[in-house]
């Protein structure tokens, strides 16, 4: 059996899976299987994943023509991985060449953590995006505590608990693994930068307001986990309105958001700073 089985989930990504592939297929570590499944592209994806799988066979390729969804994708990768270990390669991001080694040697030395992830690095404009050391429950009730495509983790573990992916959700659905995931198994974020991340328009995670309300869904259910006390719950939830003379929207905190008259985006957070109108950082959070 392969020491580790990277899955990647794909849907008309053929601009950018050729270069995903070849960062996994050029890993220091070589003891992987590749799993691939193409989720009903309408593109040249499947063609091009074809001619990769033909001049390795590492790469398990699967073609599904009908378009599933992202959380049923991954939950038939599961399913489909046979390694120790599992990692995620995303159709559209760049693993750093020791990406592999690195997990698999912090795993194998530390027994106790069941996933292990890291840093990201933004492009085409360079962004760090870090994530804490060792998140809890409550971290993940400020913002997803997991970059979920530079994670790795103990395959045996997450079958103890018959952990799958949410089939009802199309959007946030790695979030609400990891949540539910954190209940049971530690998390540790290495510093490295383990993945160079692509930021482009047709993300699903780009200006989606289904996101925001999975998320929000998410977060409140975190809430509902830690405390029964109403009073609490008011503390804990990260959603606020600032209003001008009682009534008139001047300010909306949301998430890591904050907007001015309830809808232009004035600072927003990511990776490790605020930045103003989503372009120009402004300081660290923390």
């Known amino acids: 059996m392969p020491r580790v089985s990277v899955l990647t989930p794909v849907y008309n990504a053929e601009k950018y899976i050729g270069d995903a592939i070849g960062s996994i297929l050029s890993q220091t570590f070589t003891d992987f299987e590749f799993i691939i ?6 593109d040249n994806t499947a063609k091009i994943v074809r001619k990769y799988a033909a001049q390795d066979k590492r790469i398990k390729f699967i073609d599904s023509k009908k378009n599933l969804g992202v959380s049923a994708v991954r939950n038939k990768l599961l399913d489909s991985a046979r390694g120790e270990y599992i990692a995620y390669q995303d159709a559209d991001d760049i693993s750093v060449p020791n990406r592999l080694e690195t997990q698999v040697k912090f795993l194998d030395e530390n027994p106790d953590v069941t996933v292990v992830g890291g840093a990201m690095l933004a492009f085409p404009r360079p962004e760090l995006i870090v994530v804490p050391k060792n998140p809890k429950i409550m971290d993940f009730c400020i913002a997803n505590a997991v970059s979920n495509p530079t994670v790795m983790f103990r395959r045996a573990d997450v079958m103890a608990i018959g952990l799958r992916y949410n089939p009802a959700l199309r959007t946030a659905e790695d979030y ?9 198994y530690n998390i540790h974020n290495l510093p490295n930068i383990l993945v160079n ?3 482009s328009g047709t993300s699903l995670s780009h200006n989606n307001p289904e996101m925001d309300k999975v998320n929000a869904k998410i977060r409140s259910e975190i809430i509902n ?23 008139l929207p001047l300010f909306k905190i949301k998430y890591n958001h904050i907007y001015l008259f ?8 990511r990776g490790k700073y605020w930045w103003l109108f989503d372009i120009i950082p402004l300081f660290t959070k923390g």
């Open 225 to 247: 986990f830690l405390t029964g006390d109403d009073k609490v719950k008011n503390i804990l939830k990260f959603k606020q309105r600032i209003s001008l003379f009682g009534f």
């Open 197 to 199: 991340y692509r930021v």
């Open 37 to 42: 499944i193409n989720d009903g592209s309408t």
């Open 176 to 184: 609400d693994f990891w949540v539910r995931l954190v209940k049971h």
């Open 262 to 269: 309830d809808f232009i985006p004035v600072l927003s957070y």
